[in-house]
């Protein structure tokens, strides 16, 4: 499994922290929150991350996180609304790892 160094490290989380604003899944930079608003949802998925098989289980992985840290379907909405966020990380795992 490829093992990355510390700039490339900071390189993923940076660029996972940059998808999550970017989809801004649950609305909150559009409501003016600061750019680091979805830095603790970005914790809990980078671990995640290596160990996902394949689009479809990233897609999941996201949305389980999302659900830990804003709960109910109420707020994070359906599993199938982060199709679109989950092929955007399954793609930066693609380019990390491989």
Do not use: C
Request: no cysteine.
């Amino acid at each position: 499994m490829t093992t990355l160094s510390k700039q490339q490290y900071e390189m993923l989380v940076q660029e996972l922290n940059q998808l999550l604003r970017q989809f801004n899944q649950i609305g909150l930079i559009a409501l003016g929150s600061p750019d680091d608003e979805y830095e603790a949802e970005a914790g809990t998925i980078l671990p995640r991350i290596r160990t996902t098989k394949d689009e479809e289980e990233m897609t999941r992985t996201v949305y389980e996180e999302f659900a830990h840290w804003f709960g109910d379907q109420s707020t994070t909405g359906p599993e199938s609304s982060y199709a679109a966020l989950g092929k955007a990380v399954w793609q930066l795992k693609s380019k990390y790892f491989g």
